[in-house]
């Protein structure tokens, strides 16, 4: 398995994230577009954590079960911030991560640029991949993909100089544009990652809790720091 952390910005490290439908929409995105076949012309809305689909018959919406996707990926972790984004996808075909990555970019930028009236492009590019080779790598990464909100209110914790650890945890169990709560056991979206790989390395949930809490203070960003995509 080939597994890839990927990353991509807002031009000019612009918001592309402004209220909370956009994140919705680009969560929503991430499974919608991770398949081979084009996207369906329905309604898809969020339900007990899980993806729904609704069609009209004649101004009636009738709920129906969505045919079986064909994925391109498999999507490990996510994190979403106001101006980018991390992931963490593995490709399930030849060329699934670019493919993947084009419907999702073209996809989000299209919404985005008709709900606020604007044109042009809307991430500074294509995007920033790396391709995880050790074992080394493997381990932090997921981490420091779910650690990425406290930049928002502790960026000092990318120089291991984060006091209030349990303030930063509970934050963080508070943030939802994130795989982190899956990953703990709850349910936020689910539906869009493949977190049986991870789980299994981390020993579970709890395994996977407790060595996040105790990767910050005796780890760090100083561990893959030649690895970070934001330089």
Same mark, same amino acid.
Request: hydrophobic residues 35%; contains cysteine.
């Given at each position: ?65 969505? @045919? &079986? %996707? +064909? /994925?391109?990926?498999?999507?490990? !972790?996510?994190?979403?911030?106001? $101006? ?73 914790? @990318? &120089? %291991? +100089? /984060?006091?209030?650890?349990?303030? !930063?945890?509970?934050?963080?169990? $508070? ?57």
């Amino acid at each position: 398995m080939e597994l890839i952390h990927v990353l991509n910005r807002g031009v000019d490290k612009r918001k592309i994230f402004l209220d909370e439908q956009d994140y919705f929409r680009f969560i929503h995105d991430l499974f919608e577009f991770n398949d081979t076949e084009p996207a369906e012309n329905l309604g898809h809305f969020f339900k007990n954590h899980h993806i729904v689909v609704r069609r009209r018959y004649g101004g009636e919406i009738k709920k129906e079960k969505r @045919r &079986e %996707r +064909k /994925l391109l990926v498999e999507i490990h !972790a996510f994190c979403l911030m106001p $101006n980018h984004y991390h992931l963490l996808i593995a490709p399930k075909i030849e060329n699934g991560t670019a493919l993947f990555m084009k419907k999702l970019n073209a996809g989000y930028s299209r919404y985005f640029n008709e709900k606020y009236q604007r044109k042009g492009a809307l991430f500074e590019g294509k995007y920033k991949r790396i391709i995880i080779k050790d074992e080394a790598h493997f381990i932090h990464l997921p981490y420091y993909i779910h650690y990425n909100p406290l930049d928002l209110i502790m960026p000092e914790w @990318r &120089e %291991r +100089k /984060l006091r209030d650890h349990k303030k !930063a945890m509970e934050f963080l169990e $508070n943030y939802r544009w994130s795989s982190h709560l899956d990953y703990l056991g709850k349910n936020n979206f689910p539906s869009v990652t493949h977190r049986k790989l991870l789980l299994d390395f981390f020993d579970g949930h709890k395994g996977y809790k407790n060595n996040m809490e105790g990767w910050l203070k005796e780890s760090g960003v100083g561990e893959i720091g030649e690895f970070i995509l934001e330089k």
